[in-house]
């Protein structure tokens, strides 16, 4: 399974930026994608999650208003859009694969992982 | 809370065993996943679930859970398990997930 993500991006503060997540066809109709990011030397932060096959997304309240998932089923891929970006949004985001639970326990884990897209935020 | 609490870091000797852990109060309904991370690399699954590996990591990983406190342990750390293990877990909804501030663990 491999989640191609796009490449890097350099933006001005107050621009948007969008990163792209091309999964393959089981991957895109069966499983949940979710986005990542990663600061420099910072840990791992969870943003949201997408349904690829249905389209609906969640979002963690920290970027409520601010970001936003799509996807394009012609194409198997998802779109993160960061908007209002800031120094702070410098990072790498990952675009990850939720793995399949069955049963009624709570097991989140995530199996695969693109690549990472480096955004940078610069003036 | 949603925060998942990590020790920054922990060392090993070469060969022997080490166990982080990962606490947090959605882990009382909530197995978590275990992360390995190399620099400059993407995250990669070593754990999840009650003590699940996926295909390709060594059996000297394994994983474990008691009340709010789940523990990832490597028995006979090996010089490549340097690196930086994180956790995750989600809220009871499905619509929260959150990621352990991360171990660094060293192999002496």
């Known amino acids: 399974v491999q989640l191609l993500q796009s490449g890097a991006e350099v933006r001005k503060p107050a621009a948007s930026v969008i990163v792209s997540c091309k999964a393959p066809?089981?991957?895109?109709?069966?499983?949940?994608l979710h986005w990542v990011r990663q600061a420099p030397g910072q840990g791992l932060e969870w943003m949201g999650k997408?349904?690829?096959?249905?389209?609906?997304?969640t979002y963690t309240e920290k970027f409520q208003g601010r970001v936003t998932m799509t996807r394009d089923t012609s194409t198997r891929t998802v779109y993160m859009e960061l908007r209002s970006l800031t120094s702070d949004d410098t990072a790498t985001y990952f675009c990850?694969?939720?793995?399949?639970?069955?049963?009624?326990?709570?097991?989140?884990?995530?199996?695969?992982w693109g690549q990472g897209s480096l955004v940078i935020v610069s003036s | 809370s949603s925060e998942l609490t990590q020790d920054p870091a922990v060392s090993v000797a070469l060969g022997q065993t080490v166990r982080i852990t990962c606490q947090g109060d959605?882990?009382?309904?909530?197995?978590a996943g275990w992360y390995q991370q190399k620099p400059g690399q993407a995250p990669v699954l070593v754990m999840y679930?009650?003590?699940n590996r996926p295909s390709g990591i060594p059996a000297r990983f394994s994983g474990s859970k008691s009340g709010n406190t789940a523990s990832l342990t490597i028995t006979g750390a090996q010089a490549a398990d340097e690196a930086d293990y994180y956790c995750?877990?989600?809220?009871?909804?499905?619509?929260?997930?959150?990621f352990g501030s991360g171990t660094k663990v060293t192999v002496l």
């Open positions: 990850t694969r939720e793995g399949l639970v069955f049963g009624g326990a709570i097991v989140p884990y995530f199996d695969y």
């Open positions: 066809s089981d991957t895109f109709n069966r499983f949940y």
């Open positions: 997408i349904n690829p096959s249905g389209g609906g997304a």
């Open positions: 959605s882990l009382r309904g909530s197995f």
């Open positions: 679930g009650k003590n």
């Open positions: 995750n877990s989600r809220d009871s909804s499905g619509n929260q997930y959150v």
